[in-house]
DNA sequence: TAAACATACTTGGGATCGCATCAAATCGGC
DNA sequence: GCCGATTTGATGCGATCCCAAGTATGTTTA
């Protein structure tokens, strides 16, 4: 009946975090207006900027998404002539990726895209109040993605009843 | 050699959010493995649950989505005879969504999910922390979001002349 | 040396997302 | 009553993401 109009303030970061990917995401289709080059582009043209001559698993890692992805995105700014894409000469499997001249002009005339402006902000927050907020927030993602994830190979008999999840408050010391 | 550099907080944010990010995709996945239904999926179930007989638009307004991903969506849904979709008596352009039995039952004994697990992990949080970590998550949001407008349609863009104005793609247009 | 195992990428499948359009239905002014 | 403007969904498009296989290339072992 009542549209509970009081969030818990665990919902209320919920909605923050769904608040926050759509901006993402709406910042990258503007982004790719704006410059050609969708959020994910830019992205992996930033990290190549700050270490060249990356091959295609290390600048996956880097950008926190699946080989295969980067794979996709590589490609696309291969064919943009932002990239150069060569095999390594010691171990013809790797990739020697790098910036293009004009990647490189692309890079630096870039605007400030959602990661800056937010970076802007987490900057304007008072820094013990920045502080705090990373380090729950590095606590958080620690407990819900590390979770040791066991080999994402092993669970078979997932039947569909999977009991019960036990994100045990585990008090793990290891933080630091 | 070791890059482990000394990251700002900043910067200890921004990535936090891409890992949570990466998280919540990844369980996506494994939701879909292990139900049959995509994370999208399942929060579509779960509003209508909330709230039956939702039309299109509200529920896109709901998910924080788009209207047109809803509509994938709910089509999946609809095919897979988790959700009913009528249309409105009284205005023939609106939608009438419901949950069938089936789409109750499977919402019922659903595991817990990504969005689950994390509400678990708000929870165990020190209730000053967990308060103080969603102040400054909606501050952030809303300082991001909202802004004082990047402005909202600037064509001036020299490449791409469409001829044609948008809707201003204004936040707040959820206000019914 | 030849076979078995491991690593680095690419490709295809399936799902999401948001934008731009389009068709149908409804509303409004005249 | 009629015709144009607006609203509500559906569809096409392009881009991303992850996973599962497949293809080279490397390394190790029998």
């Known amino acids: 009946m009542f549209t509970l109009r009081v969030m818990s303030d665990s919902q209320r970061i919920l909605d923050s975090i769904r608040r926050l990917v759509r901006m993402l995401r709406v910042s990258d289709r503007q982004a790719q207006l704006e410059l050609g080059v969708s959020g994910a582009q830019l992205f992996v043209l930033t990290e190549l900027g700050k270490t060249p001559s990356l091959s295609l698993n290390e600048l996956a890692s880097r950008t926190l998404t699946d080989q295969s992805s980067v794979s996709v995105v590589v490609t696309r700014l291969v064919d943009a002539g932002l990239v150069t894409r060569d095999r390594d000469q010691r171990d013809a499997r790797r990739l020697v990726?790098?910036?293009?001249?004009?990647?490189?002009?692309?890079?630096?005339?870039?605007?400030?895209v959602a990661q800056e402006r937010l970076l802007a902000i987490f900057d304007a927050l008072p820094e013990a109040e920045r502080k705090r907020f990373a380090d729950t927030f590095e606590e958080i993602v620690d407990n819900a993605g590390a979770d040791d994830g066991p080999a994402p190979m092993l669970f078979e008999d997932s039947e569909r009843r999977e009991g019960h999840l036990k994100a045990v408050p585990k008090e793990d010391a290891a933080a630091k």
Chains 1, 2 share one sequence.
């Open 97 to 112: 990726l790098n910036l293009t001249r004009a990647g490189r002009a692309l890079l630096q005339n870039a605007p400030p």
